[in-house]
């Protein structure tokens, strides 16, 4: 009873910073997002009579009391089938993880496929994303492919993510510049419960169905320019919210302002070149195609950018014969 399967980080483009519901992880809107091709997380997990207690593993370190999560996730998984079966948990991350890039998303959609598989449930894509929803709210982006929106729902059944546009639908790239891999301080989990001590929250919620319908137009007409000043207001509005709670949350280190900046400049000089950036340091850059062998170049100058990745729009959560143990 093994499976593995690989899911891939999302970035979302509209974003979400708050929950209506806690225990469900069910946003205070809706949210739109892309999968990120060159990053990946592998998880094989086997159920086992021969496992007295579940044993999990993640980038080779083995996780006692950081294992809660991933934990109460494999059991409600087991209550579906009603089993009992103990697991053994391999997960490998091939970007650093808790420094922003959603690891997390590609986590639990990953743990979620793996698991259900070896267990023999078959589960629909809509079913996949709202169990993987329950482990970490922005997995659920990670399991359908492409372009995905995640809905604004008032229950469980109703609060996954679906594809608006196939992963081909537009060619340009998200460019991530790691400019540092030490953790968060304060995880996304925790930071989510302060959203609504902003002063900004409710003039933030009232824009979001708008936001939402404005984006999809956006992707549709393929209108670069029009799509990177959305998105990148869109993330200095998310990250205004946090700033203001109370107590206030700046995820965003030296490096990340001097590269938001930056792009700014190269955008002035003439490189169409856009920012958003997640609950972390490091910065996404979406950029056309045409244009990433030039912005790799100017990144490769800058001292403080310690990793590029360059990632075109991917596929959903998959499964894979090859097993990590």
């Not at 086992?48 to 083995?62: A, L, P, R, V």
């Not at 496929?113 to 629909?124: C, E, H």
Request: net charge positive; with cysteine; aromatic share 8%.
């Amino acid at each position: 009873m093994k499976a593995t399967a690989i899911a891939h980080p999302n970035v979302a483009l509209i974003k979400y910073w708050g929950r209506k519901d806690e225990k469900l992880r069910l946003p205070t809107n809706g949210s739109i997002s892309i999968n990120l091709s060159e990053m990946t997380t592998t998880t094989t997990v086997e159920f086992s009579e021969n496992y007295k207690s579940d044993h999990i593993q993640i980038d080779k370190q083995n996780l006692f009391d950081e294992a809660d999560r991933v934990i109460k996730h494999l059991d409600q998984i087991r209550t579906i089938v009603n089993s009992a079966l103990k697991a053994k948990v391999v997960s490998e991350n091939n970007f650093p993880s808790s420094t922003g890039l959603s690891s997390s998303s590609s986590g639990f959609a990953a743990l979620t496929v793996a698991a259900t598989t070896a267990l023999g449930l078959k589960l629909s894509e809509k079913q996949l994303s709202v169990l993987a929803r329950l482990g970490s709210g922005s997995a659920c982006r990670s399991i359908p492919d492409g372009w995905g929106e995640w809905n604004d729902a008032d229950t469980s059944e109703g609060s996954y993510a679906h594809s608006i546009f196939p992963k081909d639908h537009w060619d340009i790239a998200d460019v991530v510049a790691v400019v540092s891999s030490e953790k968060k301080d304060i995880s996304t989990s925790k930071g989510q419960k302060l959203a609504q001590t902003s002063p900004f929250f409710e003039a933030r919620q009232a824009s979001m169905n708008h936001k939402l319908n404005t984006l999809k137009i956006i992707i549709t007409n393929k209108n670069f320019q029009k799509f990177g000043e959305f998105v990148e207001a869109e993330a200095l509005n998310m990250h205004a919210v946090m700033i203001t709670s109370s107590p206030s949350l700046i995820y965003w280190s030296v490096g990340t302002i001097q590269l938001m900046k930056q792009i700014k400049k190269w955008r002035a000089e003439g490189m169409p070149a856009y920012f958003t950036i997640n609950t972390g340091q490091d910065i996404h850059i979406l950029i056309e195609q045409k244009n990433v062998k030039k912005l790799i170049c100017k990144l490769q100058e800058l001292m403080y950018v310690k990793k590029i990745i360059q990632n075109t729009v991917s596929s959903g959560t998959f499964t894979s014969k090859s097993h990590l143990f």
